[in-house]
C-alpha cells in the first residue's frame, strides 16, 4: 500500500476537502490503485527530456496596456453567496 | 414536467394558427446545410423548425435526459428574430439553426452548471466567446446540456444532474464527457451541438452514439468562458449529423481571441471549401499501437472495412509505430488531475457557487467544496493535489511532463512520413450503464486511443463507421497533423460519402 488513511486526510486537508470515514477509506483503496498504475512511467528513461507544459509552442501573449470597460460592481457581485455593500462577506477572518 | 409547462405555456401565446402543417418535413433529423437550405427557400421558418426540435425534447427528455436546463423561452424570441433576419435578406448558414452546447459554456444569464451542485445556480455574467461567435451568426440556443461534473468522466455518469442516455440503446452509457452533447444530435435534440474534449470527451461520445465529433488542436478555438478542467488539454469542438456540419461549426468558432492568450494567433482556412478534394494519393498511417488484441471484434471488423474503403478510394497505408501509446493514460491522470486541483481551488464559497454554513473561513472553504463536489471530483482533486504536493512532485508531476514530451515527439516523427493517421477511437461500442463505475482506472483505461491526441495537442475526428452486433455504433478516429484540421475534414466526408453509416438514425 503506497497510500494509507492517514495519507488521504493529509492530501485533503491540502485539498480543503473534508472526507467521510467511507470516502477516506474508498479513495485509499482506488488511489492505491491508480498510483501503483502510473508506476509504469518509471520504466522510461527521462533523462534530459525537457518537460512540456504546453504542446504548442508560444511566446508570452502581451497586449497594449489600455484601460477597457469591466464587467462593473453589479454583475461581479450578482453570484455573491454573501455580501455587503459593494464587497464579498465571509466569515471572520481575524479575532 | 417544469420543460412541459414552458412549451406548452409558450404554443399557447404564439398563434398557432400561422404555423404551417410541417410535420412531413422531418425537421429534427436535418443537418445544418439541409435546414438552412429550407429556411432560405422559405420551405421552413426557424419557428417552426424550434418548436419542432422543443417538441422533440419534450417527448424524448424522460428517457435520454441529455439536457440539465432547456430555454424554450429564449429559443424561440431568438427563433423569431433569425426569421426576421431572413426575411430581411439575411440569411447566412447559421441563421435560425436551433444548436444546444454543452453546461460547461458560460451563457450571459442562463444558469450554468458544470455538471456540479457547487454551480447549482450560477448565472455567469459573461458568454463564452466560442457560444458567442454561433450566437452572433443567428443560431438559436436551445439548451444547455448534461455532461459529467466539470467534464470529468467517460460516461455521464457523473454528472449531479442525472444519467444521460444512449440514444441507439438506453441501457448504455452515451459516453463522456460531452454525453449530452452526442446524446442531443443522435436522438434529434438539436440540429447540432458544441462540446469540449480534454482527453477524448467529444470524440468518444461521438463515436457510441454515431455523430461527427471534432477536436480542433490545441489554440484553434477559444477557450474563454469555458470552465477550465485541465488547461493545457482543453479544447472545444463540434458535434454534428455529419462532416459538412462540422466543418460548417468549426468555420464558425475557429481564429484567435484576444481573450484566450492560449488560443492562436495564424490564418483560419476556409474549412468547408476544401471539403471535396477527395483522398487520392493520401497517406495513411496505421499505428500499430492501437491495433491490439484486446480490440472489441466488432471494433476491428469496422477498422478493417474503413481501411478497405479507403484504399478503394485512392489512399496508401503506411504501417506506423507511437511507441510511447501505452504511457498515455497515465501520464494523462497524472497531468490532468494535476491541472484540475490546481483550477477547481476557485470553488471555495467565497464569490459564486455553493457556500456552507460555518464558523470560521478555513471550515466554509472545506465545507462549501465538500458538499458541492461529487465523488470522481473529489477523487482527481485529491489524485492531482497528491502529484503537486512536496516529495511527489518530481516522480509524479515531472516525470508525467517527460513522458508528455515524448509522446508529443512520437507524434511530430511519424507525421514527416503519413497526412493522417486511422484508429479506432473506443476499444469497444458503449458500455453499459453502471458498469465501470465503481472501478476509476477501468473507466479511465477507455480513453486509451483518445488521449494521446490531447497530450500531443493535436486535431482529430471520430465519425460513424458502422455498428456493432448488438446495433450499437462505431466510429473511426482520424489523427491530423496540428492546425491541419483540413485534411482530416477532407478524408471523413470523403469516408462519408462512400458509407451511408451516418444516415441511420437511433429509433427513439
Known amino acids: 500500500m503506497k497510500i494509507s488513511v492517514v495519507d488521504v486526510e493529509q492530501v485533503a486537508r491540502l485539498a480543503r476537502l473534508e472526507l467521510t470515514f467511507e470516502e477516506k477509506e474508498l479513495f485509499a483503496t482506488q488511489m492505491d490503485a491508480i498510483l501503483d498504475y502510473v508506476e509504469k512511467l518509471k520504466e522510461l528513461n527521462t533523462e534530459g527530456i525537457i518537460p512540456t507544459s504546453h504542446a504548442v509552442p508560444m511566446e508570452n501573449a502581451f497586449r497594449e496596456d489600455l484601460v477597457m470597460p469591466s464587467i462593473g460592481l453589479a454583475k461581479a457581485l450578482a453570484n455573491a453567496p454573501g455580501r455587503s455593500d459593494n464587497f464579498f462577506s465571509v466569515p471572520k477572518v481575524i479575532e | 414536467m417544469r420543460l412541459a409547462a414552458l412549451i406548452i405555456s ?71 428574430n433569425a426569421d426576421e433576419q431572413i426575411a430581411s435578406g439575411h440569411c447566412n448558414l447559421l441563421t435560425g439553426i436551433p444548436l444546444a452546447i454543452k453546461d460547461i459554456f458560460l451563457t450571459e444569464g442562463i444558469r450554468t452548471t458544470c455538471g456540479s451542485r457547487i454551480l447549482e445556480n450560477f448565472i455567469p455574467p459573461y458568454s463564452a466567446t466560442s457560444w458567442e461567435k454561433l450566437r452572433d451568426r443567428g443560431a438559436v440556443l436551445l439548451g444547455k446540456l448534461n455532461q459529467d461534473e466539470f467534464a470529468m468522466g467517460s460516461s455521464n455518469e457523473c454528472s449531479a444532474y442525472g444519467v444521460t442516455r444512449n440514444p441507439w440503446d438506453t441501457t448504455c452509457i452515451p459516453g463522456g464527457s460531452s454525453g449530452g452533447s452526442a446524446a442531443a444530435v443522435a436522438a434529434g435534440e438539436a440540429i447540432a451541438t458544441l462540446g469540449t474534449d480534454t482527453g477524448g470527451s467529444i470524440r468518444q461520445p461521438a463515436s457510441h452514439c454515431g455523430c461527427v465529433g471534432l477536436k480542433p488542436t490545441y489554440g484553434r478555438v477559444s477557450r474563454y468562458g469555458v470552465i477550465a478542467y485541465a488547461s493545457s488539454l482543453d479544447q472545444v469542438g463540434p458535434m454534428t449529423r455529419d462532416v459538412a456540419d ?16 492560449t488560443s492562436v494567433n495564424m490564418p483560419v482556412p476556409d474549412y468547408s471549401a476544401s471539403l471535396k478534394e477527395g483522398v487520392k494519393g493520401l497517406k495513411i498511417g496505421l499505428p500499430k499501437e492501437y491495433f491490439i488484441d484486446g480490440l472489441d471484434p466488432d471494433v476491428q471488423k469496422t477498422m478493417t472495412e474503413a481501411i478497405e474503403t479507403y484504399r478503394r478510394l485512392g489512399a496508401e497505408f503506411i504501417d506506423i509505430s507511437l511507441p510511447h501509446t501505452d504511457y498515455a493514460v497515465a501520464t494523462y491522470y497524472l497531468i490532468a488531475t494535476a491541472e484540475a486541483s490546481s483550477n477547481l481551488a476557485r470553488y471555495d464559497g467565497v464569490r459564486f ?156
Open chain 2, 353 to 508: 457557487g455553493h457556500r456552507a454554513e460555518a464558523g470560521n473561513l478555513l471550515e466554509m472553504y472545506t465545507k462549501s467544496r465538500s458538499e458541492g463536489f461529487g465523488t470522481e471530483v473529489k477523487r482527481r482533486i485529491m489524485l492531482g493535489t497528491y502529484a503537486l504536493s512536496s516529495g511527489y512532485y518530481d516522480a509524479y508531476y515531472v516525470k508525467a511532463q517527460k513522458v508528455r514530451t515524448l509522446i508529443m515527439n512520437d507524434f511530430i516523427k511519424v507525421f514527416n512520413d503519413v497526412d493522417v493517421m486511422l484508429t479506432p477511437v473506443a476499444p469497444t461500442p458503449a458500455f453499459k450503464i453502471g458498469e465501470k463505475i465503481n472501478d476509476p482506472l477501468q473507466m479511465y483505461l477507455s480513453d486509451i486511443f483518445t488521449i494521446p491526441v490531447n497530450l500531443a495537442g493535436t486535431c482529430a475526428m471520430s465519425l460513424p463507421a458502422g455498428f456493432s452486433a448488438n446495433g450499437l455504433p462505431i466510429g473511426l478516429q482520424l489523427i491530423g497533423k496540428p492546425f491541419d484540421e483540413e485534411t482530416i475534414l477532407r478524408a471523413g466526408y470523403a469516408f462519408e460519402q462512400a458509407t451511408e453509416w451516418h444516415t441511420r438514425k437511433a429509433s427513439i
Open chain 2, 10 to 80: 409558450f404554443l399557447c401565446q404564439k398563434s398557432l394558427n400561422k404555423v404551417r402543417d410541417t410535420s412531413n418535413m422531418n425537421i429534427i433529423e436535418m443537418t445544418i446545410h439541409e435546414l438552412h437550405s429550407a429556411l432560405k427557400s422559405k420551405k421552413l421558418s426557424s419557428l417552426e423548425a424550434t418548436i419542432a426540435i422543443l417538441e422533440r425534447i419534450k417527448a424524448v427528455e424522460p428517457k435520454v435526459s441529455s439536457f440539465i436546463t432547456v430555454t424554450p423561452e429564449q429559443a424561440l424570441a431568438s427563433a423569431k
Open chain 2, 246 to 261: 462540422c466543418a460548417a461549426i468549426l468555420d464558425a468558432i475557429a481564429g484567435y481571441d484576444p481573450k484566450d492568450s
